[in-house]
């Protein structure tokens, strides 16, 4: 729809349903009239600095501009019985130099869950960003593995917790209602220098524990969720073209899920755009 007579600034926009119920919403199309709810801040994108456009002549790639209108591109696409993994380039509207978003839906019977990895530069010096988090519910709780945020919603509720960077401040929006659709306005907020991860696990209550990684090299994170003695997860990317290492694996590729059995053998394990494991 970019070049129709308005656009949504929703480009790479994930919305997130927990047993049939919308727990991450779109609020872009909340009110059919006028410009306000097609703007970034009503879509679940990252933008930086309190920076916001809307789907009119505000957006600098809004065309006339010299710059033209782009949309995002689909880098990578995996679809299997049991992960589905996919990758966006979204750097022109998001405007920023580099602006991909991975989201990974590993389809445990048992558990469902879902992985959303960004990996964003404004610029090369320091930034805040602001990974925005449309709910249905009350986002509660600091996004800790320790103290992960719970959306409740239609009785069901979804948790969500961030793995990278170490440092995450959730600020809680208020609730608000548009044309019957009651939602919260949230933010994830990250400070980075340069290449800047932010990884989170979005899930519906069955983790027993999160640990860290064993001894990652600098350019590599993500964890490991133990959901029962035997389904033990392990969650590896890296944030530049180099290999993602720690104590154990070394992944050549993207992102890797690893599942281990209680006898910590490995059961299954799948790879986003790898060559190696």
Not at 72 to 80: D, H, N, R, V, Y
Not at 211 to 224: D, E, I, K, R
Not at 257 to 276: F, H, L
Request: hydrophobic residues 35%; proline residues 6%.
């Amino acid at each position: 729809d970019e070049w129709m007579n308005h656009s949504h600034e929703d480009d790479g926009h994930v919305d997130l349903v927990n047993n049939g119920v919308h727990h991450v919403l779109d609020r872009g199309y909340a009110s059919p009239a006028g410009y306000p709810q097609a703007q970034s801040t009503q879509h679940n994108i990252v933008t930086v600095g309190g920076q916001d456009f809307l789907g009119n002549a505000t957006n600098p790639f809004h065309p006339p501009s010299p710059e033209g209108r782009y949309l995002g591109s689909l880098e990578a696409k995996c679809l299997t019985p049991s992960f589905d993994y996919m990758r966006g380039d979204h750097r022109f509207m998001w405007m920023m130099e580099r602006a991909d978003r991975t989201v990974v839906l590993v389809k445990d019977p048992a558990e469902p869950f879902a992985i959303v990895l960004d990996r964003v530069r404004k610029t090369s010096g320091s930034h805040t960003y602001e990974q925005r988090w449309n709910t249905a519910g009350p986002m509660n709780g600091a996004g800790t593995p320790s103290n992960p945020v719970t959306i409740t919603a239609g009785q069901q509720t979804m948790k969500a917790a961030w793995l990278a960077p170490a440092q995450v401040t959730i600020a809680q929006g208020a609730q608000e209602t548009n044309a019957g659709i009651t939602f919260h306005g949230n933010r994830a907020l990250v400070s980075g220098v340069g290449d800047t991860p932010i990884l989170s696990i979005w899930y519906g209550g069955g983790i027993q524990s999160f640990s860290p990684l064993s001894a990652p090299a600098s350019n590599t994170y993500g964890g490991v969720v133990t959901w029962s003695a035997d389904r033990v997860d392990k969650i590896i990317a890296a944030i530049d073209q180099n290999p993602a290492t720690d104590s154990e694996h070394t992944l050549v590729g993207q992102l890797a899920w690893i599942r281990r059995d209680a006898s910590g053998a490995i059961i299954e394990y799948a790879m986003g755009e790898g060559e190696q494991l």
